[in-house]
């Protein structure tokens, strides 16, 4: 199984929806651009992609929306070593369509009360949900490595709550444990490095709001 060196995670550049979420009521979140900030964000982090890859190939897999194509596009990165896919299991956690403004920061307040990672959304997705379909992912991720060839690199191009319940995945973490996260920045990377001990490693932790649970005696995480 040809395992690759590193799998780095990163989140889109601002978007419209970052700056100003009166946006959502009339443009679809797939639809979001990218401000001017969240390009230049896209543009510095891409320098220091092209550092950290060099010559060597990536396997990139980008969410359909706007302004993830619009982050990968910024980046800069060498056609000729990279082999990008568009991949929907990747996207932001599905709200609903249309929203209201109003109606979104009630089901917000809610979702602070009962859980971001059991709160379902109206019309939309809980974060147990995109847990499952990022699970999907991984274990399609999982099978790529078995080809002989495949590049040492990996690059997802995905959105703060898909980053942390990717990790949660791939780190078995509790649910307490995402809880007490915070999602990165925009233009902000986590990386699962592989170390000597045949394990992936993240390069730096994602920073905590509070300091989780304890879990039962006896629980293996």
Known sequence: MARPRRIVLLRHGESQGNYDDSVYEHTPDHALELTPKGRRQAEAV?????????????????SPYRRTHQTFQLLGLDPSLVRAREEPRLREQDWGNWQDREDVLRQKRARDAYGHFFYRFAQGESGADVYD?????????WRSFEEPDHPPNVLLVTHGLTMRLFCMRWLHWT???????SNPGNGE??????????????????EHWHTPDRPFEGWCA
Do not use: K, Q, W
Request: avoid cysteine; aromatic fraction near 12%.
């Open 46 to 62: 891409g320098a220091r992609l092209r550092e950290i890859f060099g010559r060597e190939r990536v396997s990139a897999y980008v």
């Open 133 to 141: 379909r990022v699970g999907a992912f991984l274990e399609s991720l």
């Open 175 to 181: 649910v307490a444990e995402f809880e007490s996260l």
């Open 189 to 206: 990377t986590r990386e699962l490095v592989l170390g000597r001990d045949n394990r992936y490693h993240l390069n730096r932790p994602f």
